[in-house]
């Protein structure tokens, strides 16, 4: 069965410091894996896309690792900041059409402090 | 920022009502989606749209409809809501970009309750 487990579901740090977030997939065949980051009450917003090929891709604060061997995805916030507060969601694309079946995780909760 | 547009953002109805959640994009997409997401679970896909004319179910089973009149548009109905209903309403868009995968663009989203 196709899935995406994210962990841990939910984490609180303190402004400043840095963070993981972790996903694994089951998902084949695999196209692309996605990171999004959703504010409280809006609509998910891309953080990054990698395709098999790629190992890491950074976007700012947010750098995303992706290891195809073990099925496995990481996001890493650098310096965090309040405004990083939001749930982090896995997706994960198969190649079982032009469009791609999306696999989404039910996101990893991230609270940050003053 | 992403150009597409859901309305209303909040709606609080009794049961029966007759619903439409709006959608609309200017970014010429010509696929579209409605998701539906319920606090701490992941989204699942109701209903798609590949263009004009094509409408598709998607994974969760909803009692809801939709049509593809206009690129630009793709509106929700629920004929007769039910307290089952409430949830959160997310639409999507994806247009070619000569890549094999496109990027994906959500909507603020429409919070329904249903009374």
């Known amino acids: 069965k196709n899935q995406v487990e994210q962990s841990p579901q939910s984490l609180i740090i303190l402004e400043g410091k840095n963070c993981t977030l972790q996903c694994n997939y089951t998902v084949s065949p695999f196209s692309n894996l996605r990171w999004y980051k959703q504010d409280t009450g809006r609509g998910p917003v891309s953080l990054t896309i990698m395709t098999f090929s790629e190992n890491t891709k950074s976007n700012g604060r947010y750098t995303a690792t992706l290891d195809a061997d073990t099925k496995q995805s990481s996001l890493h916030i650098t310096a965090s900041q309040l405004s990083d507060s939001a749930s982090y969601i896995c997706?994960?694309?198969?190649?079982?059409?032009?469009?791609?079946?999306?696999?989404f995780g039910r996101g990893t909760q991230l609270t940050v402090w003053p | 920022e992403a150009d597409i547009y859901q309305t209303p953002r909040y709606l609080v109805i009794g049961t029966g009502k007759k619903i439409t959640l709006e959608c609309s994009q200017t970014m010429g997409h010509d696929k579209m989606y409605w998701y539906q997401q319920d606090p701490g679970m992941e989204l699942h896909l109701i209903h798609y749209?590949?263009?004009?004319?094509?409408?598709e179910k998607g994974d969760l089973s909803s009692e809801s409809t939709v049509s593809r009149i206009r690129t630009e548009h793709f509106p929700l109905t629920l004929e007769s809501a039910r307290p089952s209903h409430t949830s959160q309403y997310l639409c999507?868009?994806?247009?070619?970009?000569?890549?094999?995968?496109?990027?994906?663009?959500f909507g603020e989203g429409s919070r329904l309750t249903v009374l």
């Open positions: 997706v994960v694309s198969d190649r079982g059409s032009t469009l791609g079946r999306l696999y």
């Open positions: 999507a868009s994806s247009g070619p970009s000569g890549k094999k995968y496109g990027e994906l663009f």
């Open positions: 749209s590949y263009g004009v004319n094509s409408t």
